[in-house]
């Protein structure tokens, strides 16, 4: 079969280069590869970097200054992908990867919103930790409605982004494509036995939206009331990473009852898993919060965030618990419950029932996609 008569999709993505966009993008282009080895199909990657995400069977153009500042970024989705795209030839499929809506000449456009900022109530203490953060919540929402009406489709992991995305975009619930993590990533996994020190965990980056002075005023609170012998915080920060982590060092890095363990590997991250009592996770926004899913396996208690993104990432646990992401007494009251023996607040959250345009593969995505 000739370039002519394959169909062509163009997955952008120029801007992805570490962390859990950087995964998609790779299970995305993946799953395109063996598409493209069927013979049907030519697939072309606009990327930062080929090395990271490379597969066979597919074209790369790489476009490394577009990450020096956000002009050149722009500039790259809304003139240079114009060009791109005339080069290419007909596209029957553009799929962007992150949440803008470049123009280009394409039978169809889909976006993946990867980015929840939109929706995040920052504080002035955010802009002086990362002024970048505060800007970024307001650039993305400015960027989801930017041509957003040219899209055949929207891609969300969450149904709460698709309710929200669709009232700030005005556009109906039947343009959006749920697509959560695949159910393959979480193993079942068996617990083991820890001391009799009751141990919480929070396993996340130095952001200042992961909201790690919230879990430190609650230990201190818990301290205060039953001292530091019986229980212990385990984060994994250690002041080192930014301004934002030495300031949570200055201020409870005298804490007893505190361990700032740094970043962990996979498997030392799985080993405090299996060692941890309960998995904290008072982050203020998130896509999907993927800890949450990965403690699940261990069937242990959790206590997180009241917000959307953790009532659907936890969705069929068996021992969780919401506190408010603003109170530190909430939190406190409740770690206290747990290291006293009372589980009371534990219960089971039901499972997600609006399952309208869901797929739970690249593969069913794609397909759904190009229908």
Known sequence: MTIETKKTIVVSAVNIRKGGTLTILRDCLECLSQLAATGGYRVVALVHRREP???????YIELPWTVKNWGLRLWCEYVTMRGISRRIGRVHLWLSLHDTTPR????????????????????????????????????????????????????????????????????????????????GTVRT??????????????????????????????????????????????VTVDGSENRYSRWLLRRWGGLRSMDFVGFLSKERLEEQYRMADCLVFPSKVETWGLPISEFMAYDKPMLLSDLPYAHETAAGS??????????????????????????????AVDMTCDERNEVHSWNELFEFLMQ
């Not at 995400?53 to 074209?59: A, C, D, K, L």
């Not at 929402?141 to 009232?167: C, D, F």
Request: hydrophobic share 45%; proline share 3%.
């Open 189 to 234: 996994a068996r617990a083991v036995k820890t001391s009799g020190v009751y141990t919480f965990l929070f396993a996340s980056t130095a952001d200042v939206h992961k909201n790690f002075e919230l879990l430190c005023r609650a230990a201190a609170m818990v301290e205060r009331m039953v001292g530091a012998g019986c229980f212990k915080v385990v």
């Open 318 to 347: 068996s021992q969780t618990a919401f506190f408010n992401p603003y109170r530190a007494a909430d939190l406190a009251h409740k770690m206290l419950q747990l290291v006293e023996g009372d589980r009371s607040i534990l219960h």
């Open 53 to 59: 995400v490379r597969y066979e069977g597919i074209e």
């Open 104 to 183: 280009v000449e394409a039978d169809r456009q889909c976006v993946y919103c990867q980015t929840s900022f939109p929706f995040y109530r920052w504080s002035a203490r955010d802009f002086v930790f990362d002024y970048k953060i505060v800007l970024f919540a307001l650039f993305t929402r400015y960027a989801y409605r930017t041509r957003v009406k040219r899209n055949t489709y929207l891609v969300v992991q969450q149904h709460w982004l698709r309710r929200n995305i669709g009232r700030i975009c005005g556009l109906p619930q039947e343009r959006f494509v749920v697509a959560p993590p695949e159910k």
